[in-house]
T-cell receptor, first 113, second 112 residues
Framework: DAGITQSPRYKITETGRQVTLMCHQTWSHSYMFWYRQDLGHGLRLIYYSAAADITDKGEVPDGYVVSRSKTENFPLTLESATRSQTSVYFC????????????FGSGTRLTVV | GNSVTQMEGPVTLSEEAFLTINCTYTATGYPSLFWYVQYPGEGLQLLLKATKADDKGSNKGFEATYRKETTSFHLEKGSVQVSDSAVYFCALFNQGAQKLVFGQGTRLTINP
């Protein structure tokens, strides 16, 4: 199916474990983004990517790692999960940064216990 | 820096009421402005946008006008429906920063 897909939809993990959230888009959009959504903070940008093998930090990158070996995939890894990383994570893509119109995935709700 | 401030929520209205959700911004240069909507259990969807001063974005009965003099982009709808219940996010895009900056979101609930 065409679109942007995130997996898993829900994840519970323990403090200190590594966890990877997946994001896949079928449009070959150049730009991809990871946001986290927290009550009172709205959406905050974690990392973004302008193209394959090009990534850059956003507003809240600490504790996260991204890679973009293929245009269509943009996984987000929490190297050692902490309770403060409990959040809803959204992946988004955009054809052109000039239009700034992003298409969002349905989100991954991550709970760190 | 670039920032967006939305009115505090949650907002609860009756069906057919008039809606205004305030949004003001701080930015250098001439940003583009957006409203995104998030329905329960879903990701964000673009609702409308405006790319320059005095532009009016509109979609699904919602409107917002880019007011540079007041640095505002308030969302309005003349007659809301139960199906409009969602979280609404105001956002700006500044060409220099090359990323969207979101407000904190406003939860809207419409009662029948």
């Amino acid at each position: 199916d065409a679109g942007i897909t995130q997996s898993p939809r829900y994840k519970i993990t323990e403090t200190g474990r590594q966890v990877t959230l997946m994001c896949h888009q079928t449009w070959s959009h150049s730009y991809m983004f990871w946001y986290r959504q927290d009550l009172g903070h709205g959406l905050r940008l974690i990392y973004y990517s302008a193209a394959a093998d090009i990534t850059d930090k956003g507003e809240v990158p600490d504790g996260y790692v991204v890679s973009r070996s293929k245009t269509e995939n943009f996984p987000l890894t929490l190297e050692s999960a902490t309770r403060s990383q409990t959040s809803v994570y959204f992946c988004a893509s955009s054809e052109s940064i000039g239009t700034a119109v992003c298409t969002f995935g349905s989100g991954t709700r991550l709970t760190v216990v | 820096g670039n920032s967006v401030t939305q009115m505090e929520g949650p907002v609860t209205l009756s069906e057919e009421a008039f809606l205004t959700i305030n949004c003001t911004y701080t930015a250098t240069g001439y940003p583009s402005l957006f409203w995104y909507v998030q329905y329960p259990g879903e990701g964000l969807q673009l609702l409308l946008k405006a790319t320059k001063a005095d532009d009016k974005g509109s979609n699904k009965g919602f409107e917002a006008t880019y007011r540079k003099e007041t640095t505002s982009f308030h969302l309005e709808k003349g007659s809301v429906q139960v199906s409009d219940s969602a979280v609404y996010f105001c956002a700006l895009f500044n060409q220099g920063a090359q990323k969207l900056v979101f407000g904190q979101g406003t939860r809207l609930t419409i009662n029948p």
